[in-house]
């Protein structure tokens, strides 16, 4: 039997790449699904329609800001203004989370910021390769207009080039860092998911979290991300002390035996903030595309929920609105 090739990246057989596919850390729960796992949610998706649309104010960032300043686009998309620059997390303006226009999730909610909007960008963190993250239109777009340096995990390098050639992007493993300019750092950090593009490709290109050290700051952009046994929050935690902000999924979580291993819940996402010692967390993937099957205003209230019960301060972890602005405090 042939071994399959992958198409995105050629290396080192790794404690997470066993030289075709990427892997999940060590003891972690297992993210892939067979076609039977996927027929039998198909066939249990509860009567839940989303709106077809949700009104958004969408806002016009400034050029250049002075301290923090997170903007919410959309799912996981975030403008984050610091250091003097201006950063994008996952950037999608398309209509669909989808590889064609004409199917696929739809937006919900419309982009918090417009496009042509947006202050000059100077870099992307890319989590991943699906679809809801990595938007090829999008990102010609970006590139078209402001050039941007992309930083993402190993393999999506290749997947962008061969559609924008000209696109500046590198790529780092697990642990690896870039800095994207003096002062401003990004460290490509694991995450418990995977990848794929087409059905043939499965974790060929790896996925990850980035913690970004810039103006005496740390951010956490979890990208996707399971729980599983919480141990790898852990070690961001003694590797880069605590976090000033946390950005973390709280929605695409239903059904649990489905998405688990995959995408986290409200309750777990606190858990993680308080893993990190995160002075301040911000909810992000949820509202904007249909992807799973909880209702559309379910993270909200689980999130609201279990900050109760843990006595946590409910303006301590926000869920983002499209078009919702976080200035953070001095």
């Given at each position: ?185 990004a460290f490509v950090v694991p995450s418990l998911h995977w990848s794929s593009r087409s059905p043939s490709d499965r974790r060929m290109a790896l996925w990850g979290g980035f913690m970004l050290r810039a103006a005496g700051r740390l951010i956490y952009f979890a ?108």
């Open positions: 039997m042939l071994r399959p090739r992958n198409p995105y990246y050629d290396g080192p057989v790794t404690d997470h790449f066993d030289g075709v596919r990427f892997l999940n850390p060590a003891g972690e729960p297992e993210t892939d699904r067979s076609l039977r796992d996927v027929l039998r949610w198909r066939r249990s998706i509860p009567d839940n329609p989303w709106p077809s649309s949700v009104p958004v104010a969408a806002v016009r960032p400034d050029r250049t800001v002075d301290g923090v300043r997170i903007t919410m686009v959309g799912h996981a998309t975030l403008l984050i203004q610091i250091g003097g620059l201006n950063i994008l997390t996952d950037p999608v303006w398309s209509e669909r989370a989808s590889p064609v226009q004409m199917a696929g999730p739809r937006r919900v909610t419309a982009p918090g910021v417009m496009f042509d909007d947006l202050p000059p960008i100077d870099a992307v963190l890319l989590s991943h390769n699906h679809y809801d993250h990595l938007d090829l239109p999008t990102l010609r777009l970006l590139q078209k207009h402001h050039s941007p340096v992309i930083v993402t995990p190993l393999g999506n390098d290749r997947i962008i080039r061969r559609r924008i050639p000209e696109a500046s992007v590198i790529a780092r493993d697990w642990g690896q860092s870039v800095t994207i300019s003096p002062g401003v750092e990208g996707d991300t399971g729980y599983g046994t919480g141990a790898i929050f852990d070690r961001l935690r003694q590797e880069f002390g605590p976090v000033d902000i946390a950005l973390l999924p709280i929605g695409a979580y239903d059904p649990r035996w489905f998405m688990a291993a995959q995408h986290t819940n409200p309750a777990e996402a606190i858990a993680i903030m308080e893993q990190l010692d995160a002075r301040q967390a911000l909810g992000i993937h949820w509202g904007t595309f249909k992807l799973t099957d909880e209702p559309r205003e379910d993270p909200l209230e689980q999130l609201a929920q279990g900050l109760a019960e843990r006595g946590i301060d409910p303006q301590r972890f926000i869920a983002m609105h499209a078009g919702q602005v976080f200035d953070c405090a001095p």
